[in-house]
């Protein structure tokens, strides 16, 4: 693939006004025509051809205002089709007929099939794969569809808008038409066939409209759905009430299938889900996956508004629709659930994915301007870095302005499709600040470090912060321009109180926001009684690394007083990290590993007090990863050392804490049906984190197998397996286990998706072998890429001292996968090789395994543009 370049946007020469599209459904041979009329715009030169996307195609027929083209007039190569002699201005109508083999169709983009089902994935660019077609966000009309099939097998025919009607043809086969009134862009264009169960409900709008509301899911598993259509829901409700959003369609319906490149879909009124995504019943689905589905359905139905009715101009605006629309699904889950524990889980997820992608080979901003797959930009940077940048923007204009500014944006932008600085805008507009400085988070790479270091005068009674912003090189940026740092920040006296300092100087300072916008800046407290400790970084306020030294007292301070209770588990994870990463250098050098005694005080304290919620008081309990402390070392990582400190302190916590532990295990047991709410899930984590302690502390099996076998809802049955399988490999109460929830589940693809993750973790050289042997069970299946994320992916994701053997057989075991994924299914590929990221920042005889597992990934023929766009900017 060529390199597209942001700077050489320009408008279509054509405006499409409309589309009709005719399928005729068939396995192998399905038959689109595309009727799609066009005029030439204003000033484009009448010699100007029209230029079509296509991927793959097969025409059969072009017509031009239903008259056969003659051949001279056009040209069709592999990506393009060209057409000339076109109306100087009069609108004109191209017909295009395609013929497309579902069936075969193995990339999972444009039209395909899934247990019998036809459906179609568009975005970024699958449309191009359906027919020829001006296929960019910036092209934007309004579609009907006509949609013919056999009854026998597809009597559910769905497209996106409304429908219109069908019939009966008497042959067996049977239409639909359906109408969308909305101008959307090709890469919302959904289609939906065969034969599925369905659950029904409705929601009434706010202005008193009624819409129907439908999730398809295989016949059977219409039960499974109750708690997506729950979500659904609920997030109609608040979007009406937090952002003013109401739904604009008669209908709207989710389908759930189970081949899917990624979590679900935005196709206006007619979204698709990976069934990972909808499909929840307590005995099949962890708290997380119920989090995980509300979440996600959420942030679909969210994008009817930001994505659809206001899209992206162009590809390198995806931050516009993605980072905006996975704020107001963090913000919907903060409201449903807790909202400090809400905050944690997206810390430590941006921390354990965006930042080591900000700081390896792959490393882009938030708005790129050049990319060679677009697929490969769909990342956390794009997604989670963006909700940040949106998150930092209200922080700055404070709730009653950003939410003006969200208001103007609506208004100003509906029914367009637009840029990130058409964003920015509204709020600079909504609010008369300038927010040029601010915009860098959206072009400049790399995760901002800010060092602080504070003295306190106790005669002037003032206290002096010297605070200094660096940002790390990133490919294609060696400088970097300093940032505008909302830094959130309080100053704790001794006694626990926060300092009210009479004055502040050197920074502007909004209510607790200290705003930092030079390279080095130094602030001024005035009025301050006795030396503070500072509490940097309140609810995480600027997506930033930070370097203070703070003794482990300040620390423990912080954990026991802040007010911000973000602040009080970050205060504790911080103080793991720093001994977890000292526990790693212990190890790697065979010393014996120390546990501070600091540390374990205060997670022992955070964890038994019962004024805390319990899901947070399990947050506290749950380390940083091996991966967390990797990052914090930076270079020269050993995985296996990190493991043994890490298992070290553990074990030292657990040993300390038995009956803080014990006791919580009772404490938190749960009696009646199971519920999935956050209260109920948070009794449920604390409960398993204080067993996770009582059995590393243990070195026999008993209490994780008899867990195992007294567990009653999946979350605390996977638990157990989990804890079993890692820390009791190869016992006889594992494999016993194993085969059970196996044969239990044997039927139920997202729980055999765990049976093969659980493994797939197992710490140790020796997974590599079980990995294998899993690999030619009767229930892998490398065509479904769930599965294969679920066996291959979450090894080379998740199992650091399994993938990283100091032999570097995990790399080359990848680099197969990889290939042979390829071949089949370039987006899956491409995504699980970015599990590579981090390979520069391995000891020197891992990382010569991975370049050399990298290169032969490289020297491949036949390489997807997905994969060797990847691998090519790994090696750079
Ligand atoms: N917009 C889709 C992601 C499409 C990915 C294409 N490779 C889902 C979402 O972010 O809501
Ligand atoms: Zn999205």
Redesign the pocket.
């Known amino acids: 693939g060529q390199i597209v370049h942001l700077e050489d946007y320009r408008p279509t020469d054509f405006v499409l006004e409309r589309v009709d599209l005719t399928f005729e459904l068939d396995p192998t041979e399905t038959k689109v025509e595309a009727r799609m009329i066009f005029h030439r715009r204003e000033g484009v030169s009448p010699s100007a051809p029209l230029v079509l996307d296509g991927d793959e195609l097969k025409m059969t027929g072009l017509l031009l205002d239903q008259e056969e083209l003659p051949a001279a007039l056009y040209e069709a190569t592999d990506d393009t089709l060209t057409i000339r002699g076109l109306p100087e201005t009069a609108p004109f109508e191209i017909t295009v007929t395609t013929v497309l083999s579902p069936e075969t169709n193995t990339k999972l983009m444009g039209l395909y099939r899934t247990s019998d089902v036809y459906c179609t ?1 568009c ?2 660019e699958g449309f191009r794969r359906i027919t020829y077609f001006p296929d960019r966000p910036d092209v934007l009309a309004v579609y009907t569809v006509n949609i013919i099939a056999d009854k026998a097998t597809a009597p559910l025919l769905l497209s996106n808008g409304n429908y219109l009607g069908g019939a009966d043809m008497g042959d067996g086969r049977h239409f639909a038409s359906w109408f969308d009134p909305h101008p959307k862009p090709s890469y919302l264009f959904a289609l939906v066939a065969g034969d599925l169960g369905v659950v029904e409900d409705t929601f009434t709008t706010v202005s008193g409209r009624e819409v129907a509301l439908r999730i398809y899911v295989e016949h059977g598993k219409e039960p499974r759905a109750a708690y997506a259509m729950d979500a659904l829901k609920r997030s109609m409700k608040w979007d009406e009430e937090a952002f003013g959003r109401e739904y604009d369609l008669d209908i709207f319906m989710i389908v759930a299938v189970s081949d899917f ?6 196709n206006k009124g007619l979204n698709i889900f990976n069934d990972k995504y909808v499909l929840a019943d307590p005995e099949t689905a962890t708290d997380a996956d119920y989090a995980n589905i509300e979440a ?1 359905i959420a ?2 139905y969210f ?1 009817n508004w930001t ?1 659809n009715r206001i899209t992206c101009r162009d590809w390198f605006q995806l931050c516009l ?2 980072g905006l ?1 996975v704020y107001r699904d963090h913000e919907f889950s903060a409201d449903m659930r807790s909202r400090t524990v809400k905050r944690i889980a997206e810390v430590r997820h941006l921390k354990s994915e965006q930042f080591p992608e900000d700081a390896g080979p792959l490393a882009h901003p938030v708005r790129p301007t050049k990319y060679r797959e ?2 490969n930009f ?1 990342t956390t940077t794009v ?1 989670e870095k963006g909700s940040e940048v949106t998150r930092m923007i209200a922080t700055i204009l404070g709730r009653d302005l950003f939410k003006k500014g969200m208001d103007l944006y609506f208004e100003r932008h509906d029914g367009q499709a637009v840029t990130i600085e058409d964003f920015v805008a509204c709020f600079e507009a909504a609010s008369g600040r300038d927010l040029t400085q601010f915009s860098l988070w959206y072009h400049q790479a790399g995760t901002p470090l800010v060092t602080a270091s504070g003295s306190y005068d106790a005669d002037k009674q003032t206290y002096t912060l010297s605070l200094e912003q660096t940002i790390p090189p990133t490919p294609g940026q060696s400088a970097k321009k300093p940032m505008h740092i909302p830094l959130r920040l309080g100053l704790l006296l001794q006694d626990g109180s926060e300092a009210i300092p009479t004055a502040i100087s050197g920074a502007d300072v909004t209510a607790d926001v200290v705003h930092l916008t030079e390279r080095k800046q130094t602030v001024t407290f005035s009025g301050i009684p006795s030396r503070p400790v500072p509490s940097f970084n309140r609810d995480f306020s600027a997506p930033i690394n930070l370097h203070v030294e703070q003794s482990a007292e300040d620390r423990a301070l912080i954990a026991r007083h802040e007010v911000d209770l973000f602040a009080r588990w970050q205060a504790l994870n911080t103080m793991a990290l720093d001994n977890l990463v000292k526990a790693a250098a212990e190890a790697r050098s065979a010393q014996p590993v120390t546990c501070d005694g600091a540390l374990v005080d205060g997670l022992l304290a955070a964890a038994a007090e019962e004024e805390l919620e319990p899901a947070f008081r399990s947050q506290v309990l749950s380390l940083p990863s091996e991966a967390d402390i990797a990052r914090e070392i930076g270079s020269d990582n050993d995985p296996d050392a990190i493991h043994a400190g890490r298992q070290a302190m553990l074990a030292a916590i657990a040993a300390a804490g038995r009956d803080t532990f014990a006791l919580l295990v009772d404490k938190m047991s749960l009696s009646g049906p199971f519920r999935p709410d956050a209260e109920s899930a948070g009794r449920r984590a604390l409960r398993n984190a204080a067993l996770s302690y009582l059995v590393y502390a243990d070195d026999r099996p008993e209490k994780a197998a008899n867990a195992f076998r007294a567990a009653n809802n999946m979350t605390d049955l996977s638990h157990a397996l989990t804890l079993l399988a890692h820390r009791f490999p190869d016992t006889d109460e594992t494999v016993e286990a194993l085969a059970v929830f196996k044969k239990r589940f044997a039927d139920n693809a997202l729980v055999i998706d765990k049976w093969f993750a659980i493994q797939a973790t197992i710490p140790g050289a020796a997974t590599l072998d079980r990995i294998r042997t899993l690999m030619s069970d009767p229930l892998f299946n490398a065509s479904n890429p769930n599965r294969v994320r679920a066996l291959v992916g979450t090894f080379a994701f998740a199992n650091a001292t399994g993938f990283n053997r100091a032999d570097g057989e995990g790399y080359r075991f990848l680099a197969h996968q990889i290939l042979d994924i390829d071949a089949r299914n370039p ?1 899956l590929a491409a995504r699980i090789l970015t599990s590579m990221r981090s390979w520069r920042s391995l000891e020197k005889v891992r990382a010569d395994h991975a370049r050399g597992a990298l290169e032969e990934i490289a020297r491949a023929s036949n390489l997807s543009a997905d994969v060797s766009d990847i691998v090519d900017r790994m090696l750079k």
Do not use: V
Request: avoid cysteine; proline fraction near 0%.
């Open positions: 994935q975005e970024a490149n990624m979590g679900a879909m935005e996600i942030h679909e994008h994505g629709k993605e629309t677009i697929n769909y997604y987006q």
